[in-house]
Structures are given as C-alpha cells and as structure tokens.
C-alpha cells in the first residue's frame, strides 16, 4: 500500500518534525539531493486554479533531479469528458510515481487514493483540508518563532471555508499551550466539527469579530483570503470580502515580535504597506513550501540523499 498524505494527521508529530529537518538540511546543502529522485516522475492534477502549490511542488521534483507531468485545469483533460477522478488517478499512475493533486471537491484525493497504486498528496480539496501548505506554516513557525509549543495564534478572515484554516488548527492542536483566538464574521466562523474537536481536546479558544481588540496580545497573526469561490451568492461575498485589512496602524497595536501570515493570494485583506514590515512572513512562508515539498517527496517515495 502507498503511503498517501490526505490530512495533516496522517503524519505523526515525529515525521513532521523529521520533514522539518530534513527541509532545512536541503535549504543549507541543496547540491547533496540534485540528483536523488533521478528518474522519478511527478504527476501534478490541478482541477482548480494555483500558482504556489503547483510551481513549488514542480520546482521541488525538478531541483531534486526528477521530472514533472500533470495539467493545470481540469478543462484541458478527459474530466472534461466525464471521465472520473478515480480512473484519471488509475491512469497517471502508468505514468508517475507519485501524485499532487488538487480538486474542488472535499474529499476527492481520498476517494482517489482508495484506487491509486502511487502515493497521493492532497494539495487541496475544496474547503476542506491543505496539508502541504500547513507543513509550510509549521515549518514557518518553528523558523521565525524557534518553537511550535506556547504560542498564542490568531487566525482571522474566512474560517468557515478556508481550508488552510483547517488544516492549520487539526496541526496545531496538538503542541503544548496553544491558544487560538478565531477572528471572524459570524458567517464565516469555524466549522462547527473543528470547534467540537478543540473542546474535546481541551485547546484553548476564543471567537472575536474585531481584529483591533485583541491583535496586541498575539505571537502569530495568520490572515486569509474571503474564498469568493465558495460562496452560494456573490451578493455574501461582496459584503464580507473586505471585513478585515491589517494595515500600518493596526500594525502598530500589534507586538514587536509578532509573526504575521497569510498562505496567500492575497487580496485586499493586508495593504501592501505592511510587505516591508519586519514581521511580515508571508513572502519567506511560500518560499519554505518549496524546500518543506522536496522534503515530502522524498519521504513519500523513501528516497534518501
Ligand atoms: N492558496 C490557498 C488555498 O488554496 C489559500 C487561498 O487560496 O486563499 O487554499
Ligand atoms: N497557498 C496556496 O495554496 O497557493 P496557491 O493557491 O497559489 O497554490
């Protein structure tokens, strides 16, 4: 049986942390992995638009030696013709070791990964799960903060369908100490199973509608995009899409050493003023996924340097 990645959990806390390491080591001596995946193929099936997730998992097989096929839209392969998720994943693996797929349906790369002979990394499925883009917030985390345990996070914008969101607290949950404190409209508060899950283990929460009143006691600041994608009605998404923009003077009430974040893209949610602000992450964040990637692949395919 392959060994898939569908939901962040499916990693223990060791293998994240080995993942880490091994990311760092490929950051500092990167000519030592060129040529270990030799010979390998990666399949990328994006059935819904990225730039990041995509690019960085292709740049990530390239610089480790190994080729890339797939396609971008779901348009220009035979999905178009109805042909299912689970036959399309049972023919690209004739022809790839190991595939990153993305699909607007939740829960998709697991029912593709209940036919699927190579591994299957789940690079987002609706507004569900992104457990790449969590191991590239972790590994984020330990870089700018030097600690995943005792950290107050403070997660703002559209929680209701942001699946970083997700993934990011099922992560985090289980380090010591966390606090999260949920800024949101009501309409776009956590899904009610992830605030169940974070009562039966005990996480510390709060739910705020106003980032002003409690950015000054975070240590991470973690924005999001309103997922206009996901909205029923577009009338919703124009009367929320601007509810929080964290510009210089909110950034002003915030702590010296506060970590702001956003997987990006972005939209309006932070002011382009706050990029040259020391603590912006968010640039160094996209970088990481690209080195916390080649570090996946590897494991997934149990290739070493
Ligand atoms: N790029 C991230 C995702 O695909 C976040 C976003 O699109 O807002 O979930
Ligand atoms: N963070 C992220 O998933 O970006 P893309 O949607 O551009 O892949």
Redesign the pocket.
């Known amino acids: 049986m392959p060994r898939h990645l569908l939901n962040i959990t499916d990693l223990s806390m060791e293998e994240i942390d080995e993942l880490m390491d091994q990311a760092d080591d490929i950051m500092k001596t990167p000519e030592k992995y060129q040529d270990c995946m030799r010979h390998k193929k990666l399949a990328t099936l994006f059935f819904e638009?990225?730039?990041?997730?995509?690019l960085s998992f292709e740049a990530a097989m390239m610089e480790l030696g190994g080729n890339v096929l797939g396609f971008s839209e779901a348009s220009s392969s035979s999905a178009t013709k109805g042909e299912s998720v689970c036959d399309t994943v049972r023919t690209v693996a004739c022809y790839a070791d190991i595939i990153a797929m993305r699909h607007p349906k939740e829960g998709a790369p697991m029912a593709a990964a209940s036919v699927c002979p190579v591994p299957i990394i789940n690079a987002?499925d609706g507004g569900h799960n992104?457990p790449t883009?969590t191991l590239t917030d972790l590994l984020t985390i330990r870089k700018e903060k030097g600690r995943l345990n005792q950290l107050v996070v403070g997660l703002c914008g559209d929680l209701q369908f942001g699946r970083?969101v997700h993934s990011l607290m099922s992560a985090m949950c289980r380090y010591k100490s966390i606090r999260f404190v949920l800024i949101s409209p009501k309409e776009l508060s956590v899904p009610e199973y992830l605030r169940e899950n974070l009562q039966r283990d005990k996480v510390s929460f709060t739910e705020v509608e106003r980032l002003e009143d409690v950015i000054g006691t975070l240590d991470i600041l973690y924005m999001t995009r309103v997922q206009r994608e996901r909205f029923f009605n577009e009338a919703d998404y124009v009367r929320l899409k601007d509810s929080y923009i964290l510009d210089t003077e909110k950034m002003a009430m915030a702590r010296k050493d506060l970590c702001v974040m956003h997987?990006?893209?972005r939209v309006n949610e932070i002011s382009r003023s706050v990029d040259s602000d020391p603590r912006a992450c968010y640039f160094k964040q996209m970088l990481y996924g690209k080195f916390i990637r080649e570090a996946l692949l590897m494991k997934l395919l149990e290739v070493k340097a």
């Open positions: 638009p990225s730039t990041r997730t995509r987002g992104h883009q970083t997987p990006l893209p």
